[in-house]
């Protein structure tokens, strides 16, 4: 998605015609992203809202104009991120080996699941649960960027993985 140097030039200079243009370009992209990392539609809104304030605050900081699709994106992330981590403590580290969900049955039972129902059980998820979840499978970070980021180990992220998609594949089994 791209928006006009004319809009972004309208947002440096704060211009609230700029900052609507911007933020309806992009709105609700973000808000998805949003929605996989809270628990509830109120959260994703107060992430949305404290992402494009962000947004706007730091935009002078672009660098290119060319990358504010994923620099948007990285700030929404961030905000997430952020959110929880002022809620969250994350358990003991625990090191259990790190296991997958069968592809078959992760396959079929994602292929009968709307994306409101999936979202809906991702939402259900423990915090620290959801949020490696979501670095890992749908944002594609490995488990040495998500430490860092979370300021947890190595061990930790695996072990919540694990246990997300243990979840996962017990609330799918249940359900379908």
Request: with cysteine; aromatic share 10%; hydrophobic share 40%.
């Amino acid at each position: 998605m791209k928006v006009s140097a004319e809009v972004l030039d309208q947002c440096l200079l704060n211009d609230p015609r700029g900052q609507e243009a911007l933020y309806k370009a992009y709105a609700s992209i973000m808000f998805g992203i949003c929605l996989r990392y809270s628990r509830n539609r109120m959260e994703a809104e107060d992430i949305l809202q404290e992402g494009f304030i962000k947004v706007f605050k730091n935009l002078p900081q672009l660098h290119s104009k060319e990358s504010i699709d994923g620099w948007i994106r990285r700030i929404m992330v961030n905000t997430a991120l952020n959110y929880y981590t002022k809620q969250l403590k994350f358990q003991n580290e625990v090191s259990l080996k790190y296991e997958t969900l069968d592809a078959t049955f992760q396959e079929d039972a994602l292929s009968k699941l709307s994306y409101n129902e999936l979202l809906r059980i991702l939402q259900g998820l423990p915090a620290g649960y959801r949020t490696v979840f979501n670095l890992f499978v749908i944002d594609g970070y490995n488990h040495k960027e998500i430490s860092e980021m979370l300021g947890i180990s190595e061990n930790t992220s695996k072990s919540q993985l694990w246990r997300a998609k243990a979840s996962l594949k017990k609330i799918l089994t249940r359900i379908l």
